[in-house]
Nanobody, 121 residues
Framework: QVQLVESGGGLVQAGGSLRLSCAASGRIFRINAMGWYRQPPGKQRELVALITNTGNTNYADSVQGRFTISGDNAKNTVFLQMNSLKPEDTAVYYC???????????????WGQGTQVTVSS
């Protein structure tokens, strides 16, 4: 099993910045990609940003140019630098990893417990 632990959420004023971190641990054979999703109040969970183990990235249109995802493959860690935050960025942010615990496994998706980000106007 793979465990994900997030940190870095909090309350910030509009225009401010926050940096989220997520570390994967446990029985990890390989991680294919890690990413961040968010779930605003009363809405569905949505992709924010994704990074593959080769460094390819993908962003939601709503955060392009404001958020930057990065990773440290050696430490199985992913970061999300969030700048120019807006009230509509308020959500619970979840870390996700597509990983295998052994060479024989299929790729599984694992989730962190979530961290609250609140942006005040």
């Amino acid at each position: 099993q793979v465990q994900l632990v997030e940190s870095g959420g909090g309350l910030v004023q509009a225009g401010g910045s926050l940096r989220l971190s997520c570390a994967a641990s446990g029985r990890i054979f390989r991680i294919n990609a890690m990413g961040w999703y968010r779930q605003p109040p009363g809405k569905q969970r949505e992709l924010v940003a994704l990074i593959t183990n080769t460094g390819n990235t993908n962003y939601a249109d709503s955060v392009q140019g404001r958020f930057t995802i990065s990773g440290d493959n050696a430490k199985n860690t992913v970061f999300l630098q969030m700048n120019s935050l807006k009230p509509e960025d308020t959500a619970v942010y979840y870390c996700n990893a597509e990983a295998k615990s052994t060479v024989w496994d299929v790729w599984n998706h694992y989730w962190g417990q979530g961290t609250q980000v609140t942006v005040s106007s």
